[in-house]
């Protein structure tokens, strides 16, 4: 063993106490940076989960038009002083052609064309207010993964059931219907149809339970009274929707129409993420910011008793960098094996906390191990440490063997 | 031959007033003598053997040790000089307490790395038995007495034989049964194996036995 290591071994080994509570300083700050920052992984994860059940990465439509003044000439009045929106703008045309040009781009992963509109669905005298929406049944699946959420009926049915429907949870509860009953609907067109239930799904979101509801395209088609070329809107999934931001302005400029990202149709919700994101780590980086101060405490402890021995050291001939790799590897060993310990006991917590019930749409805590936090959080550790002791390394190395003989 | 030599030497302090403690200072020193300073406290002999340690570098003038010239080589070079050819024995023996007396012999050696620890370890066994230390090897270095620790000091000393042996009131701490041990030492290593002893004392009995004297007066060398 190299002579700067015994010597950091034999130091080390003589202040046990020492060491001990720096490393369970170290322990501790690993632990629940590591543990906090995996929270909130979980907690982003299920949260955008829930929210892909019913929203796309990206939503191409035709936002409403305001009627624009005509042309103001130098001097002239604007001739339409009080604009309107422009009827029947919420129509894209030949959505066909822009799902297929949108299906043929490298990052998108499923392309589905549909039809939402707000309905009454009809109870007796009483309605229920209500949204449906009508796609290609497969596809929708395939966006929202609907299936995995159905407690009753067969979501398939939607394509070979004509006048099919498939409803929410709450609705079903509210209305007591059950798969195989009929329900009549009524669109914001005026249009009545009766539907036979082939499906009942539950999201845990109650808002959505209660009022949405699913149709294939063409029934939906009819529900607005218009051809089977309208489209509403064109939902697009990517393979990676932390970048649906970049490509929406993409398509905003190839289509002319309006390209909305979830984060942007979101805006709140992300900034309630984005919040919690900083705070977690502002309040785990401090943690393990304090453990350092720990591992900095002792060694400018140890280094502070041992000037005499520094003195010699360097009398014999050691070099200022020999003295700051005694400490550095003191701080380092504390250090590594905090982390170790750290890292130990973070994953026990969460396989703890992976099987708590908290209820709600959530169900067990999201919390799960997240190799890219404990990754980060070692090399931060690490790195707190190994400044924590170079510092009083550097002081150590710095003194002057004379000042101190001479005393 | 001359194994360390100083031209003119100068030193100042600055603190609290500006204080003139070495006034150009000259000698030689030749192989295998056993050389004493002596002189009143403030007359800067310690001054001088800092500087002639190499630890101490801010200083006017010139030190050579064994011919080669040491005035203004960096800090690290003159640690690697120190530690292949000058060996120290100061007054509190200064030994590392959490370690072995065999390994506060070892460490100068093994910072050296020029043999391996097995050979460093015989090395310094005989060094130990060769002062009388075999029994007290494995104790660690805290639990000795004053004498038996400076004799390990000795040993630390010697273990890289170094061309130059610097004692710092190396009896200053020591009743008159162990200074005669560790002067007995001292003159064998001087005339049997041509090491070269510096040691500044108070003792003059120390210094009249020794082979010559060198008395600071006011930051001179008194004739």
Known sequence: ?407 | MNVLSVNNIRKSFFDPVEFEVLKGISFDVKKGEFLSMVGKSGSGKSTLLYILSTMDTDYKGELKIDGEVLTGKSLDELARIRNEKIGFIFQFHYLLAEFTCLKNVMIPALRLGKYSEEEIEFKAMEKLTALGLADQAMKPASKLSGGQQQRVAIARALINDPLIIMGDEPTGNLDTKNTDIVFNILKDLAHNSGQTIIAVTHDMDFARASDRIIEMVDGRISD
Request: no cysteine; glycine share 8%.
């Open chain 1, 1 to 407: 063993m190299n002579i700067n290591s015994d010597i950091a071994k034999t130091y080390t080994l003589s202040g046990r106490k020492q060491t001990m509570v720096a490393i369970l300083g170290v322990l501790l700050g690993m632990a629940v940076y590591m543990f906090m920052n995996s929270m909130n992984e979980g907690f982003n994860r299920t949260s955008n989960e829930s929210f892909f059940k019913s929203t796309p990465h990206l939503r191409i439509y035709s936002d409403d038009k305001i009627s624009a003044p005509l042309q103001k000439l130098s001097d002239a009045e604007m001739i339409i002083i009080n604009p309107k929106i422009v009827p029947n703008t919420a129509k894209i045309n030949d959505p066909q052609a822009i799902a297929t040009v949108l299906a043929k781009q490298g990052e998108v992963k499923v392309v589905v064309p549909q039809v939402a509109m707000n309905v009454f669905y009809n109870n007796g005298k009483s309605q229920i207010n209500g949204k449906t929406v009508g796609f290609d049944p497969a596809k929708g699946n395939e966006m929202f993964n609907i299936k995995s959420f159905m407690v009753q009926g067969d979501f398939d049915n939607l394509s070979s059931v004509s006048n099919g429907i498939v409803i929410g949870s709450g609705i079903a509860a509210k209305m007591n219907l059950e798969t195989g009953d009929n329900l009549s609907i009524t669109s914001s067109r005026g249009v009545n149809r009766v539907l036979k239930i082939v499906g009942i799904f539950q999201t845990n979101n109650s808002n959505e339970d209660k009022t949405k509801s699913y149709v294939s395209l063409t029934t939906a088609q009819q529900l607005m009274m218009e051809s089977n070329a309208y489209v509403s809107d064109i939902n697009v999934n990517f393979y990676e929707f932390e970048r649906a931001k970049d490509f929406a302005a993409k398509y905003s400029d190839m289509f002319g129409y309006k390209a909305e990202d979830w984060q942007t149709a979101n805006e709140a919700y992300m900034a309630a993420s984005r919040m919690r994101t900083i705070v977690i780590t502002f309040v785990s980086l401090t943690l393990l910011l304090v453990s350092g101060f720990g591992i900095y405490n002792i060694l400018n402890m140890t280094v502070s008793q041992k000037i005499n021995d520094i003195a010699i050291l360097k009398a014999m001939g050691f070099r200022g960098n020999d003295v700051i790799r005694i400490f550095v590897t003191q701080a380092m060993t504390v250090g590594v094996i905090g982390v170790a310990l750290g890292i130990t006991f973070a994953i026990i917590l969460i396989n703890i906390m992976k099987h708590v019930y908290v209820g709600g749409d959530i169900g067990y805590f999201p919390i799960r191990f997240e190799p890219i936090v404990f990754l980060r959080g070692t090399i931060i550790g690490l790195f707190i440490t190994f400044m924590a002791g170079y510092i009083p390394a550097r002081k150590a190395a710095r003194v002057d063997p004379v000042s101190i003989f001479r005393k």
